[in-house]
């Protein structure tokens, strides 16, 4: 399985219609360049994920501008794409900040609300809702779990993905620069305790004021880094073994050890 994340820069100048054409665009160059499987978008890409001020008039409907555009994007590329998240508009509810998955014909495959809101008293703890349900999708290679930024800091949400089958673990992110240090400590651990690959995909540039961390990175099973990016607009592209997931499980099998929460099922 290739994955290619895309590491968008995202330029507070550039108005959020133009991003959107210009990351569609990268879709199907990555694509047709790299030919992976899984495309991956960070995070709030629309309008930067501390741009807090432009959630609610740049909010959308779930089927909305980017959900049309990245499901075309992705069935005109012919890949697994999650299209990282948007700020979604309910029309019967508050906001949320929602993944969106597509399949490689196009169709949607999840829709997923992050559940843990970054903010404390403030901005999208206070602007947005909390989502409940945990989402995993399931593709020819590997059963995908959904996480969104501020997630990665809460392993039951992990343990939970475990339990449902996840093998790969999906995260985009708006990660800070002033703590990039405990974004890849954070990704590094989720893969070595639950014995699975953690693709985790954020953003470059600035997001009204607040500078990002880059750095998107995918370790393995054992908690290695197979690759890494820099600080700004990267792509970064990584063959990925699926069979590794089981066979680390197998040679040391410290899921079946578990005593508090629900066991992992037996392989």
């Excluded at 697994?80 to 508009?89: D, M, T, V, Y």
């Excluded at 993905?161 to 985009?172: C, H, I, R, Y």
């Excluded at 470059?204 to 004021?209: C, F, K, N, V, Y």
Aim: net charge negative.
């Amino acid at each position: 399985m290739r994955a290619s994340l895309i590491q968008i820069a995202v330029d507070e100048g550039e108005p959020v219609n133009s991003r959107r054409a210009r990351v569609s665009s990268l879709v199907r160059e990555v694509a047709a360049r790299e030919r992976p499987d899984l495309v991956v978008l960070p995070e709030l890409w629309t309008t930067g994920a501390f741009a807090y001020e432009s959630f609610t008039a740049e909010a959308e409907p779930l089927e909305g501008p980017t959900y049309e555009a990245m499901a075309k994007a992705a069935g005109d590329a012919g890949v697994w794409l999650h299209a990282g998240s948007i700020p979604e508009r309910d029309p019967e509810g508050p906001l949320y900040n929602t993944s969106l998955v597509f399949s490689p014909t196009g169709e949607p495959a999840a829709a997923y609300r992050k559940i843990h809101r970054f903010g404390f008293d403030k901005g999208e703890a206070v602007l947005m809702g909390a989502g409940s349900e945990l989402a995993t999708v399931r593709t020819p290679a590997a059963t995908l779990g959904l996480a969104t930024c501020y997630d990665l800091r809460f392993p039951e949400l992990f343990r939970g993905l475990v339990d449902a089958g996840a093998e790969m673990f999906v995260v985009p992110a708006g990660w800070p620069a002033r703590r990039r240090e405990h974004w890849t400590l954070l990704a590094r651990a989720r893969a070595v305790e639950d014995q699975v690959y953690v693709l985790a995909c954020g953003t470059g540039g600035t997001h009204a004021g607040v500078d990002q961390a880059g750095h998107s990175v995918v370790v393995d099973p054992w908690g290695e880094v197979l690759a890494e990016a820099g600080d700004g607009e990267e792509v970064l592209t990584v063959d990925l073994d699926p069979a590794r997931v089981a066979a680390t499980r197998e040679q040391f099998p410290a899921l079946k050890d578990r005593v508090l929460g629900t066991p992992a099922p037996r392989r």
